[in-house]
């Protein structure tokens, strides 16, 4: 099985331009997640879902967005780009259900420039 | 607030033995993973502590002591293909993970 797949690999974005992450699992997670990660600094959750038609709020949220329409798909979308998200986007998956601890898995990420 | 502090780089010989230590304070304590990166790939799943002592996994153990707020992650004869960034991460009371910033470990012949 592929696991998580996301979508773009790598992306230069023009400040003020729109863009949406693509991010979708086939191992039938309730729970997703969205980190970004800097260097130097620890992977930060930015949204997350416990399960389809539910999302919250992580960290980092601030300029991002994201939607559970399904299981499978979680897209995450900035919706006027900003230097400050140059980062390399991770997507997760665990077969938690809220309060478990069940392991994340990741998607390989994106690594998006914003000029 | 929540941190989690490991050391920012590790050298070590191939075929010897290095401990990765990680601090932590959470708000709540439900476990303690550690995860493998390899430059410019995803993290990957190591092992879970969440009683304290020692899991061994092959030639990798972690170790937890929930009264220090410690572990450490134990890598035995050490292989080139060990060389990567082992991140620590925390779970909260609210089953989120607080990570560090990573330990790259660097192995050489």
């Known amino acids: 099985t592929a696991g998580i797949t996301q979508a773009p690999t790598s992306q230069i974005l023009a400040a003020g331009r729109s863009m949406t992450l693509r991010c979708t699992q086939d191992m039938r997670h309730n729970a997703m997640y969205w980190y970004r990660q800097d260097l130097g600094l620890g992977l930060r959750l930015i949204h997350y879902?416990?399960?389809?038609?539910?999302?919250g709020k992580g960290e980092v949220p601030d300029g991002y967005s994201v939607s559970r329409a399904n299981t499978d798909d979680f897209p995450l979308t900035l919706a006027s780009a900003v230097p400050s998200q140059t980062s390399v986007y991770f997507c997760?998956?665990?077969?938690?259900?809220?309060?478990?601890?069940?392991?994340?898995?990741f998607g390989p990420g994106t690594r998006l420039t914003v000029l | 607030g929540q941190n989690i502090d490991q050391p920012t780089e590790m050298t070590a010989t191939e075929g010897a033995i290095v401990q990765i230590n990680c601090t932590y304070q959470?708000?709540?304590?439900?476990?303690l993973f550690w995860y493998q990166q390899h430059a410019g790939e995803a993290p990957t799943f190591l092992s879970y502590n969440v009683l304290d002592g020692l899991e061994e996994k092959g030639r990798f153990s972690s170790f937890l002591s929930r009264s220090k707020g410690y572990s450490y992650l134990l890598l035995k004869e050490l292989q080139m293909k060990d060389s990567a960034s082992y991140l620590c991460?925390?779970?909260?009371?609210?089953?989120?993970?607080?990570w560090g910033a990573g330990t790259k470990l660097i192995i050489k012949p």
């Open positions: 991460a925390a779970m909260d009371s609210n089953y989120q993970l607080i």
């Open positions: 997760a998956s665990s077969d938690s259900l809220a309060g478990d601890t069940d392991t994340q898995y």
């Open positions: 879902s416990n399960t389809a038609g539910t999302t």
């Open positions: 959470t708000s709540g304590f439900n476990g």
